[in-house]
């Protein structure tokens, strides 16, 4: 088993929490995304997707994208449990895990891509769509501080998948100057409490 990766990426970085919590370590290869290493047909040959991270199976199969990388871990190694142990918390641990991807990370991601231009060689980047994306994004932050204000994690009483998601989500929104201050509290107090679990040492 190996994992093919970038390790700074946002979707890298929560798979290696997602490990680091579950207690895992296995083999890595660097795939630099910025020289364009996952553009390269040996890469492709086998990321269906041609993302990292990749994982690479056994049995020669792979795993592309992130959260199904991290549902392979959770099946094999279901203890400590991050998808939810109940019926009704897998289904809360989704359901936060949805807002968070698609009210959450992609919207930050377009911003940044198309604000910062990262990736101008490879895809076409629109200032306006990286401004409204941006704008997106923030509605999302009230929410989140309903939610942490009424649980301490996302999903409820217990620390999930959708925690490091959210926790991956704002550490990319730094790249746009958002910062989680006082205006948040809850927000902020869950942040200070998620830092201090071990995976997470050196996150801030």
Not at 115 to 135: F, P, S, V
């Amino acid at each position: 088993m190996k994992l093919y990766e970038t390790p700074s990426t946002p979707n890298c970085l929560r798979v290696s929490l997602f490990l680091a919590e579950k207690g895992l370590d296995i083999p890595r290869e660097l795939i630099d995304v910025r020289a364009g290493d996952n553009l390269k047909e040996d890469f492709n040959n086998k990321s269906v997707n041609g993302l990292v991270p990749t994982l690479e199976l056994d049995n020669g199969e792979y795993l592309c994208e992130s959260i199904a990388i991290c549902r392979y871990f959770e099946e094999i190694h279901p203890h400590p449990a991050l998808f939810g142990t109940s019926h009704l918390e897998r289904a809360r641990v989704e359901m936060w895990q949805r807002i968070i991807e698609l009210q959450g990370i992609m919207l930050i991601g377009q911003a940044i891509r198309n604000l910062t231009q990262i990736y101008k060689d490879r895809e076409n980047c629109i200032e306006d769509w990286g401004h409204e994306a941006l704008l997106r994004f923030r509605k999302l932050l009230p929410t989140l501080e309903a939610q942490l204000k009424a649980h301490p994690y996302l999903a409820g009483d217990n620390f999930s998948v959708a925690d490091i998601s959210a926790f991956i989500m704002l550490k990319m929104a730094t790249k746009l100057d958002i910062e989680i201050d006082q205006r948040w509290p809850s927000i902020h107090q869950w942040q200070k409490n998620i830092q201090q679990r071990p995976a997470f040492a050196g996150l801030g």
